[in-house]
């Protein structure tokens, strides 16, 4: 699993409530990665990040934002949740040393009522 | 959007059959990249195939690449209980990101 973890694992909400989303790596990995997964559609990219402080949009970024302050943190923030934000969010990241491939966490079930 | 399209959805066969799944793309890629997921956990890598290479094996995986028609193909071999899952293409058009397709859920039958 590549040393990531994912905190919380499981969150019940309401709307209109900030939640915030902790990915978490111990390798040191730039890249890091936060994708939504709804069915139908696969894996989303939400935001990404390649290095600290330096983040960028991915393509469902709206209603969403993200911090890395440090290297193994990488947060995900819903500043006030709506039902449509009810999805399994996944942390990513990508491989160090030239590889492409990514690496993922255990995934955040997240509902929002 | 997303890059990637897999078919079928789904697929069911029988243990000891081999699957086979395609994906198409749109845009030029650097390499493509097939995943597995099984019910309730995260993405697994499983093979990556890269834009000048045709075709590559990886146990019972074999994959193969058509850049003219954009498209590739994932062919399970032999298959068991345990491939059970969802299989997903991600196409890597060298910007650090993937487009995941929404991918093909495998059923395989005892």
């Known amino acids: 699993d590549a040393g990531i973890t994912q905190s919380p694992r499981h969150k019940v909400t309401e709307t209109g409530t900030p939640v915030t989303l902790r990915c978490h790596q111990t390798?040191?990995?730039?890249?890091m990665y936060w994708y939504r997964q709804d069915p139908g559609h696969g894996l989303r990219l939400i935001h990404y990040?390649?290095?600290?402080?330096?983040?960028d949009k991915g393509e469902v970024s709206d209603g969403y934002s993200v911090s890395r302050s440090k290297t193994e943190d990488f947060l995900l923030t819903l500043e006030s949740a709506t039902s449509s934000q009810t999805s399994v969010y996944f942390c990513?990241?990508?491989?160090?040393?030239?590889?492409?491939?990514?690496?993922f966490g255990p995934g955040t079930r997240l509902l929002v009522l | 959007s997303q890059q990637g399209e897999e078919d079928p959805q789904a697929l069911s066969i029988q243990e000891g059959e081999n699957a086979t799944m395609n994906c198409s793309y749109k845009?030029?890629?650097?390499?493509l990249q097939w995943y597995r997921q099984n019910s309730g956990r995260g993405l697994v890598h499983l093979i990556l195939?890269?834009?000048?290479?045709r075709e590559k094996h990886s146990g019972r995986l074999r994959v193969t690449l058509d850049t003219s028609k954009k498209s590739s193909s994932l062919l399970i071999t032999a298959s068991r209980a345990a491939d059970t899952a969802s299989y997903f293409c991600?196409?890597?058009?060298?910007?650090?990101?993937?487009?995941f397709g929404a991918g093909t859920t495998v059923t395989v039958r005892a």
């Open positions: 990513a990241i990508r491989a160090q040393g030239g590889g492409e491939t990514q690496y």
């Open positions: 390798e040191n990995h730039r890249y």
């Open positions: 845009t030029s890629i650097n390499n």
């Open positions: 195939i890269r834009s000048n290479e």
């Open positions: 991600a196409t890597d058009a060298d910007d650090y990101k993937l487009s």
């Open positions: 990040s390649y290095g600290v402080k330096d983040t």
